[in-house]
């Protein structure tokens, strides 16, 4: 939980200067020792912890919403791996560079609410295994009612999905792709929006028995929006309510835009691919422990942001907590929670410390999009 970027030896030597510093005390502890203590702890604890905080969270009653729903957004990334032989066996080799080292790609998958910015679920797969695909696997475990708007990129629609989620409950937004016959029918049509009816396709009818579908027929609406970049796009929705007018499922796919941005935090601010140890074990360790840092993060900040808004009245801009600092002071403030015991303290001194390193919040600032080749580290973000 400490967030571990250097070195090992030097990580456990700043661990043990901040238990001693708390009135503990611990052994010295090798690189070898660490490693090996390592192994008996699954990854899944963190998911576990995570769990635990993002229940509570929804228990407290402070979450946003948009016009009563909970927007959830899925989209997948990819991630470079150590280039180990176990590595290499389980998620398979991409490609070689120049001087012959292999280089070994995994693919992430989040769920994630996009306006408290908690992930609901990650996971990590095989390179060439399609977004889809993981996100059908988790599906049936994500806890989802009518009151969840599930909004997707174009890589997700499918009619089996469609009917899938409307047996659920669950209500959605995909951005679509022309080719759907029914979209190419819309976009001609020259209609703002229009509800349309979905036959499901004989080739999914066994799987759609195995799911529990019943229905072979749904009504959808599809919405074509003006972004703000001059483009046309066609959205689908299951809100055929005709109180909700285009210019809201335009702020509602608008909404999805945080989980793109997690990304960039998790790659390039926690420093998701930078791995403490090659090992498969040690990669899920990493993985899951960020994920529950990042959602740790996202709740602890709200009390400290509202606090902030109500300060704003006065000034220009409202401000928020700066999170690069907020998961800094949190690395010391681990021993604390868990060594020492003394969490009123040190969440006092969290708050003390993070009220005071804000950060201006500047409606409509936007800025083009450069579509360039990944770098591992970015000079503009600095890990933390």
């Not at 996971?123 to 977004?131: L, T």
């Not at 409307?166 to 190419?184: D, H, L, P, T």
């Not at 796919?253 to 960039?264: D, T, V």
Request: net charge positive; hydrophobic share 40%.
């Amino acid at each position: 939980m400490t967030n571990l970027q250097k070195a090992l030896q030097r990580e456990i030597l700043l661990f043990k200067e901040a238990i001693e510093a708390d009135g503990g005390s611990i052994p010295e502890v090798s690189n070898a020792a660490f490693c090996k203590a390592r192994k008996k702890l699954k990854p899944e604890v963190f998911t576990a912890l995570s769990d635990i905080v993002i229940e509570n969270f929804y228990k407290s009653n402070q979450s946003k919403k948009w016009q009563g729903y909970r927007v959830i957004a899925i989209d997948g990334s990819t991630i470079e791996l150590p280039s180990t032989s176990e590595v290499k066996a389980h998620y398979g080799v991409l490609s070689h560079r120049d001087d012959g080292k292999s280089v070994c790609m995994g693919k992430m998958l989040m769920v994630y609410d996009t306006l408290n910015h908690i992930t609901l679920h990650g996971q990590m797969g095989i390179f060439n295994q399609g977004e889809q695909t993981m996100f059908w696997k988790c599906l049936p475990e994500l806890k989802l009612d009518n009151k969840d708007i599930l909004v997707f990129d174009r890589a997700y629609a499918s009619h089996l999905l469609l009917f899938y989620l409307q047996k659920r409950g669950v209500q959605f937004c995909f951005r679509m792709r022309s080719n759907w016959i029914e979209v190419r029918r819309f976009e001609r049509s020259g209609k703002k929006n229009g509800i349309v009816t979905f036959i499901l396709p004989q080739e999914n009818k066994t799987q759609a028995t195995a799911l529990g579908i019943t229905e072979t027929s749904i009504q959808c609406r599809l919405v074509r929006v003006e972004l703000d970049s001059g483009e046309t796009e066609i959205l689908l929705t299951s809100l055929v309510d005709k109180g909700f007018r285009v210019p809201d499922m335009k702020e509602l796919y608008g909404i999805r835009w945080p989980i793109e941005e997690s990304y960039k935090t998790f790659k390039h601010k926690v420093c998701i691919g930078n791995f403490s140890g090659k090992s498969l074990h040690a990669i899920l360790q990493d993985f899951y422990v960020k994920i529950f840092i990042m959602n740790l993060t996202a709740v602890a900040v709200i009390p400290i942001n509202k606090a902030l808004k109500k300060e704003s009245v006065k000034v220009k801009y409202t401000y928020q907590v700066n999170t690069v600092e907020f998961i800094a002071t949190l690395k010391r403030s681990v021993v604390s929670f868990f060594i020492s015991g003394e969490i009123s303290n040190a969440l006092k001194r969290i708050y003390d410390r993070i009220s005071r390193i804000t950060a201006p919040i500047r409606p409509g600032r936007k800025y083009k999009r450069h579509h360039q080749r990944p770098k591992k580290h970015h000079v503009n973000y600095k890990p933390v």
